[in-house]
């Protein structure tokens, strides 16, 4: 399973190199499995900004439980290389901008729409 998994991925990386217009991806995954992967990217992102657990299961309709592990998981470094790209704070800050945008994820912080909790 490992061997095919490296091989997928080479696969990917290939395509993505080579800037072709078809995301394998976007033919293997279900539209949840997207969702999920999206949501676990998202996760990470909000970990990386600081923002409290309670607003990121809230935000993201995810189990407590799972953000609670991911977040063990990010203090214990597990995430190094998806996060060893933060020293592009413009890729970061779009995502994170995404997120926080009226159509986004995140509740504002103040004002009418914000979230009792």
């Excluded at 999206?38 to 409290?52: E, H, N, T």
């Excluded at 996060?83 to 592009?88: E, R």
Aim: proline share 4%.
């Amino acid at each position: 399973m490992d061997k095919l998994y490296a091989e997928l991925i080479r696969y990917i990386n290939k395509t993505v190199i080579r800037n072709e217009k078809s995301n394998p991806l976007d033919e293997l995954l279900t539209r949840t499995e997207k969702i999920m992967l999206a949501k676990r990217f998202a996760v990470i992102i909000m970990l990386s900004q600081d923002v409290p657990q309670h607003e990121i299961y809230e935000t993201l309709g995810m189990s407590p439980v799972t953000i609670n592990l991911m977040s063990l998981h990010y203090e214990n470094g597990s995430y190094a290389n998806i996060l060893k790209n933060n020293g592009k704070t413009d890729y970061w800050k779009k995502i994170f901008d995404h997120l926080n945008t009226a159509g986004g994820l995140m509740p504002p912080k103040i004002g009418r729409g914000k979230k009792k909790i």
